[in-house]
């Protein structure tokens, strides 16, 4: 039976404390059983509220079996049905709360997965935003958003909107101008960002183009997962680099 209470060891026992793991004995134990999992995996799926193990005073994570447990039930949900994070998360949630989720069989329910996709959709439509809207939320004018966009910063939709994305894009953009970054200053950038897109869009391809809708929204878990891991290896080298210089 899976016990799904977050930080289940963390009573601060010394019992409890003996059968605390670091993240290299966890992957050890599920590796197993979900032979691809890596570190970063799991600090994504930390980072996603999926699991909440302890923190040492030095920082170091120490999971409990019911950490353990939480992650093998995500991995198996994941690689046997394809099931998104935020299904996942809410089937735990349903758990803990003593009920029983669920579970459909591989393959099963196309149309459930349809819908989710089209919900996703429907979310993507509704956050599109008019060109007033966005100046307005990044305290902005037609003159630098005709700029942002002559660098290819920001890119309106077909229809003339645009998606959330932009607001936070226009907003770091005019906070980056207050130290004198200007925005032909920030096309590398973009066209890193286009090449990590374009990395990332290579390994989701196959899933995006299956025929089983399932697989399909799995390529969305996947993207927002690939997603976040590069971020945060852009921001890593960019801290290294700094690191580096003022030595």
Same mark, same amino acid.
């Given at each position: 039976?899976?016990?799904?209470?977050?930080?289940?060891?963390?009573?601060?026992?010394?019992?409890?404390?003996?059968?605390?793991?670091?993240?290299?004995?966890?992957?050890?134990?599920?590796?197993?059983?979900?032979?691809?999992?890596?570190?970063?995996?799991?600090?994504?799926?930390?980072?996603?509220?999926?699991?909440?193990? %302890?923190?040492?005073? @030095?920082?170091?994570?120490?999971?409990?079996?019911? !950490?353990? &447990? +939480?992650?093998?039930?995500? #991995?198996?949900?994941?690689?046997?049905?394809?099931?998104?994070?935020?299904?996942?998360?809410?089937?735990?949630?349903?758990?803990?709360?003593?009920?029983?989720?669920?579970?459909?069989?591989?393959? %099963?329910?196309?149309? @459930?997965?349809?819908?989710?996709?089209?919900?996703? !959709?429907? &979310? +993507?439509?509704?956050?599109? #935003?008019?060109?007033?809207?966005?100046?307005?939320?990044?305290?902005?004018?037609?003159?630098?958003?005709?700029?942002?966009?002559?660098?290819?910063?920001?890119?309106?939709?077909?229809?003339?909107?645009?998606?959330?994305?932009?607001?936070?894009?226009?907003?770091?953009?005019?906070?980056?101008? +207050?130290?004198?970054?200007?925005?032909?200053?920030?096309?590398?950038?973009?066209?890193?960002?286009?090449?990590?897109?374009?990395?990332?869009?290579?390994?989701?391809?196959?899933?995006?183009?299956?025929?089983?809708?399932?697989?399909?929204?799995?390529?969305?878990?996947?993207?927002?997962?690939?997603?976040?891991?590069?971020? +945060?290896?852009?921001?890593?080298?960019?801290?290294?680099?700094?690191?580096?210089?003022?030595?």
């Amino acid at each position: 039976m899976l016990h799904t209470t977050r930080g289940g060891a963390g009573n601060g026992t010394a019992a409890a404390g003996h059968r605390l793991m670091s993240i290299g004995t966890v992957l050890n134990a599920l590796r197993d059983e979900f032979p691809e999992v890596t570190i970063s995996k799991i600090r994504f799926l930390e980072s996603e509220g999926l699991i909440e193990p %302890q923190r040492t005073p @030095s920082g170091y994570r120490k999971f409990s079996p019911d !950490d353990v &447990e +939480r992650l093998g039930y995500v #991995l198996r949900m994941q690689r046997d049905h394809y099931l998104p994070l935020k299904v996942i998360r809410e089937q735990l949630d349903a758990m803990e709360r003593g009920e029983v989720p669920v579970v459909p069989a591989p393959g %099963q329910s196309p149309e @459930s997965a349809d819908s989710e996709l089209a919900e996703a !959709d429907e &979310e +993507r439509t509704a956050a599109r #935003l008019g060109r007033e809207t966005l100046l307005a939320a990044a305290e902005a004018d037609e003159g630098q958003l005709a700029e942002w966009e002559t660098y290819g910063l920001i890119t309106p939709l077909p229809d003339g909107s645009y998606d959330a994305d932009a607001v936070t894009v226009a907003a770091l953009v005019v906070e980056l101008g +207050r130290f004198g970054i200007e925005p032909r200053h920030l096309r590398a950038m973009k066209a890193a960002a286009d090449r990590e897109a374009g990395l990332v869009d290579q390994v989701v391809a196959p899933l995006r183009r299956h025929r089983n809708p399932q697989t399909r929204t799995h390529a969305e878990a996947r993207t927002k997962e690939l997603a976040g891991l590069t971020g +945060r290896l852009h921001a890593a080298l960019v801290h290294s680099a700094l690191g580096v210089r003022v030595r």
